[in-house]
């Protein structure tokens, strides 16, 4: 079976410092990724989204960047963290078409980062 | 670029007692797929129900249901005898079945769900 794993599970970090999470998926190949962000009392809004290794695709311009340094692998990076950083980020993914796990997507279980 | 709406921030319902959960979607595609995703407290995510709009029939998965209004672009979440443990935030979301390479999820801003024992 397909399961996600995503950390750190909790973060706290300063304004100015880097961050780097990190998502992987176990038992699919070739998975499209996906990196949301949920601030508080909002809905989930969509970063970036890679359909392979080297492939990602920026939604919101802004102090993040993401990279698939390998087909399972998804890391969300910042070089210096902002206050408006602060939030829930939750990686997901979902099997390319005509395999279990397609055209659904599947949540880790979230890292809570906190910039102070 | 589709979007998707959710009008109820907050809804209760009394425990045993049936809820609905209201969503829109704005689209100019014909191939879709629809989801509910609930978020309990502990904020994991979890699938509740799928529907495909290519399909007629409204799904179901035990207490849940939806009523899918292709034509009004609606796509409601009912809860038949509300459990405790249906307390969550519930978000709706789209989804292009399109072969152009659109795999973006969208999402609502949420509804969270408040069940009265």
């Known amino acids: 079976s397909q399961t996600i794993h995503q950390w750190p599970a909790t973060l706290v970090q300063p304004v100015g410092s880097p961050l780097s999470l990190e998502c992987t998926v176990e038992?699919?190949?070739?998975?499209?990724l996906y990196w949301y962000r949920q601030a508080a009392g909002r809905g989930l809004q969509l970063l970036f989204y890679?359909?392979?290794?080297?492939?990602i695709s920026s939604e919101v311009p802004q102090n993040l960047s993401a990279s698939r340094p390998q087909d399972r692998q998804f890391i969300l990076s910042s070089k210096k963290l902002l206050l408006s950083d602060s939030g829930f980020y939750l990686c997901?993914?979902?099997?390319?078409?005509?395999?279990?796990?397609?055209?659904?997507?599947?949540f880790g279980a979230g890292s809570r980062l906190t910039v102070l | 670029a589709q979007t998707v709406t959710q009008s109820q921030p907050e809804m209760s319902v009394q425990e045993a007692e049936t809820v609905t959960l209201s969503c829109t979607y704005d689209?100019?595609?014909?191939?879709?797929?629809l989801f509910w995703y609930k978020q309990p407290p502990s904020r994991q995510m979890i699938l509740v129900i799928r529907?495909?709009?290519?399909?007629?029939q409204n799904a179901t998965e035990n207490r849940f249901s939806v009523n899918f209004q292709k034509a009004a672009k609606s796509f409601s979440l009912k809860i038949s005898d509300s459990q405790l443990g249906d307390a969550a935030m519930y978000f709706c979301?789209?989804?292009?079945?399109?072969?152009?390479?659109?795999?973006?999820?969208?999402f609502g801003t949420g509804t969270r769900l408040k069940v009265l024992a």
């Open positions: 979301a789209y989804r292009s079945a399109g072969t152009s390479g659109t795999y973006k999820y969208i």
């Open positions: 689209t100019s595609e014909s191939d879709y797929y």
């Open positions: 038992g699919t190949s070739n998975p499209n």
């Open positions: 890679s359909v392979g290794i080297g492939q």
């Open positions: 997901a993914w979902s099997a390319t078409a005509g395999v279990p796990g397609a055209n659904v997507l599947t």
């Open positions: 529907q495909e709009a290519y399909k007629q």
